[in-house]
């Protein structure tokens, strides 16, 4: 008979959701070098990111790490208003918002783990994020959804977020000096500009939805 104290460890399925500090922007652009291309996530372009994310004591970019060994499994950046002009790439509707740019957040990038895929990871670390922009007074978040990626992973995640598309722009990373995981350089994926307005909020009448190019 076997004793209790024989049982082998079940593979743990726990993570922890914690704000991004200066200890993980190391984890943070190793993981970004192998999941999203080299490059796009750099030292500095971490640092500065998490520096706009921030907002008094509040930092609205977190990582997720494994509760078992500590490996990152992944990074949400989120960025409150007035700390943020423009995503990586070129195009922005704010005609087309249904929220004021002064009072509109933005989800800069999400990336979890391939191994760490499916287990809620993605969908913690937004909810981390936009509990903090509603509290930071935010009417609603902006984001450019990665239009190529696969299974539509970015879309629908967004979606079920609460997340809709406004507008969309083709070649929208060209001009980033990375090596697109999945297109090379220059990036040649669309962007799908989506937007999320925070129920309560005040919004701006006339604000509308449609895709367009
Ligand atoms: C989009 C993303 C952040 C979602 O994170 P996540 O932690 O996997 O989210 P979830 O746990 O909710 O799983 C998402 C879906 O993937 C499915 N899934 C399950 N196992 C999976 C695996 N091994 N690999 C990929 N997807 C898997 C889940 O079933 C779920 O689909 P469903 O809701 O239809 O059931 C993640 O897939 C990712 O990093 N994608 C690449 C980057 C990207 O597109 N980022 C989005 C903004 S640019």
Not at 32 to 60: F, I, K, M, N
Not at 73 to 82: E, H, I, Q, T, V
Not at 85 to 103: I, K, N, T, V, Y
Request: proline share 7%; with cysteine.
């Amino acid at each position: 008979m076997r004793a209790m104290n024989d049982v082998p460890p079940l593979p743990t399925q726990s993570f922890s959701i914690t704000p991004m500090s200066a200890a993980d922007i190391g984890d943070v652009v190793a993981l970004a070098d192998r999941v999203v291309g080299p490059g796009y996530w750099d030292v500095a372009t971490v640092t500065e990111t998490l520096a706009r994310s921030t907002d008094g004591a509040r930092v609205c970019s977190h990582v997720a790490r494994d509760d078992a060994d500590g490996t990152l499994l992944g990074f949400r950046f989120a960025l409150p208003p007035g700390r943020w002009s423009e995503g990586r790439g070129s195009g922005l509707r704010p005609d087309r918002w249904p929220f004021a740019q002064e009072q509109a957040a933005y989800f800069q990038s999400a990336w979890v783990a391939p191994a760490a895929r499916g287990r809620g990871v993605g969908p913690a670390m937004a909810a981390r994020a936009l509990a903090d922009l509603r509290a930071l007074g935010a009417a609603g978040v902006v984001t450019h959804s990665w239009k190529e990626s696969p299974n539509d992973s970015s879309r629908r995640y967004l979606q079920r977020l609460g997340f809709s598309a406004v507008a969309e722009h083709v070649d929208y990373w060209a001009e980033v000096d990375y090596v697109c995981s999945r297109d090379g350089n220059p990036c040649r994926c669309t962007a799908i500009e989506m937007v999320l307005a925070f129920d309560g909020a005040a919004g701006r009448p006339g604000g509308r939805a449609g895709v367009t190019r």
